[in-house]
């Protein structure tokens, strides 16, 4: 999930605008970048990472002080493996440099802001740094899509028998990783396969409905409830991985 949101009183603007944006002067203790140059400098980083950037959305308020951001970037050049980062600041003291980056990114000119990692800089000194403060989000984001899908490859090979899959269920609604009234919906996904896609009677399968059924509701709980998912699946392989791994040697 990688979702941008503008409200009224903000306007969407393009890479060329945000560019011809002027940043303010700065002090001996405050330390403005400019919007474009941020961008500028992610995009450098992003391609020293050996990623390429597939597209890009920016938002900012009236006057032009206040940025939101979303950057979604490409591991391989293939679409296959997909991250973003998200960024926002105020160049009017109302906001210190914001990055968040991972698979699952949402940012939002209401101040939502979230992902799988985040770092936070105010504009002092340390903003002489900017290039190692965005190198290190942009290594954050390349490992956490490397987990991401390392993540959903060891769920491939995880059978999932019907009983096994009723206790997951269970473990999901009782951890509140689904409500209780999206029961219905769950069996008629998994269970029944009577969706679109026909999710497949593994660990990866079972992923990949709840996932369905929690995109479809709101995006600042789905972050949290992915990874309550997320546990509870690690813990299943946990329990069973010496059983696949007998079935892989046979």
Known sequence: ???FMAHAGTERIDRSKLQALPGPSGTKTWV????????NVIE???????MTITREEF???????????LISVDYCGDGAMTGAIGLRQGLDKSMSLGLVGGTRVFVCDNMAFMGEEEIKRRHTRQM???VEIVAEMVERVKGSIES???FHNQLRAFPLPERRAETLAFNCFRAGVLPEGKFSE?????FKKQGDIKYEDSLFGFHGAVTQILSRGSRTDMIGRNRKLNNILTNYKTIYSDEVMDVLAA
């Open 1 to 3: 999930m990688m979702d």
């Open 32 to 39: 403005p970048v400019a919007h474009g140059e941020i961008v």
């Open 44 to 50: 450098a980083c992003v391609e020293d990472a050996s």
């Open 59 to 69: 938002s900012v308020n009236g006057n032009g002080a206040r940025m939101f951001g």
């Open 128 to 130: 002489e740094n900017v």
């Open 148 to 150: 991401f899908y390392g």
């Open 186 to 190: 769950l069996n008629r996904l998994y």
